[in-house]
Nanobody
Framework: QVQLLESGGGSVQAGGSLKLSCEHS????????IGWFHQAPGQERNGIGG??????????????RVADSLRDRFIINQDSAKNTVYLVMHNLKPEDSGMYVC??????????????????WGQGTQVTVSS
């Protein structure tokens, strides 16, 4: 099993920044890749990106991917010693408001930006961006 705990959400003015954390623990194979998703009220989860947390035959530790539309504002990194993955968000916009959730236990060969490949989810942390 994998446990995920997000934190760092809150309220911020448009143009501001936030740093979200996802602390992960449990079966190391199932958390070899951690993804971040955004879910606005009434909408589906949208993939933000993710990071490889370990070095393996098919993974490069620290390798990240962020969705093209967010790459200029969002950064994903990690502190391996703390088993924590971060989502750093800059120049926040009102449309960035919503729940931010990290995910693990990725299986298959699909896109890491799709929620379908992930099988363990955190509870999420709420972000509100006011104009």
């Amino acid at each position: 099993q994998v446990q995920l705990l997000e934190s760092g959400g809150g309220s911020v003015q448009a143009g501001g920044s936030l740093k979200l954390s996802c602390e992960h623990s449990g079966d190391i194979e199932r958390r070899r890749f951690i993804g971040w998703f955004h879910q606005a009220p009434g909408q589906e989860r949208n993939g933000i990106g993710g990071i490889s947390t370990v070095q393996g035959l098919s993974t490069v530790k620290g390798l990240t991917r962020v969705a093209d539309s967010l790459r200029d504002r969002f950064i994903i990194n990690q502190d391996s010693a703390k088993n924590t993955v971060y989502l750093v968000m800059h120049n926040l916009k009102p449309e960035d408001s919503g729940m931010y959730v990290c995910a693990a236990d990725f299986r298959g060969t699909g896109s890491i930006l799709s929620p379908l490949g992930f099988h363990t989810w955190g509870q999420g942390t709420q972000v509100t961006v006011s104009s």
